[in-house]
């Protein structure tokens, strides 16, 4: 995966977490032989998300996402789960990072609830 758009984009999305929440940090769970990178998970107060690295896509799991609030649509996977949702990012997508930033904080508040 080393350099390809995938790669770029779970760095993207790690800097712009610890631009919402520099307090945040990540471990890395569930590696595997088919996933030898293991997926980066972000920690502050409780989970915050997992980023998972797809053939055609990464993809960003709030824990909570379900109780957070939404207003621009970043969410677009998962939009049926109990608790959790999910962003799907596409090679090419423009993610609307202030929106991004701002579900990433609530997610925090959220944890501190």
Excluded: H
Excluded at 25 to 54: H, M, Q
């Amino acid at each position: 995966m080393s350099g390809d758009w995938r790669e770029q984009a779970v760095n993207r999305m790690r800097s712009l977490i610890l631009e919402a929440e520099p307090d945040a940090t990540e471990d890395v769970k569930w590696r595997k032989a088919s996933n030898p990178d293991g997926v980066p998970t972000f920690f502050l107060d409780g989970l915050i998300c997992t980023v998972e690295t797809y053939k055609d896509k990464i993809k960003l799991t709030f824990a909570k996402g379900a109780s957070l609030d939404d207003p621009n649509g970043v969410f677009n996977a998962s939009l049926d789960a109990g608790t959790r949702r999910a962003i799907d990012v596409l090679e090419g997508d423009e993610l609307d990072e202030d929106a991004f930033v701002a579900l990433v904080r609530e997610a925090v508040a959220a944890n501190r609830a």
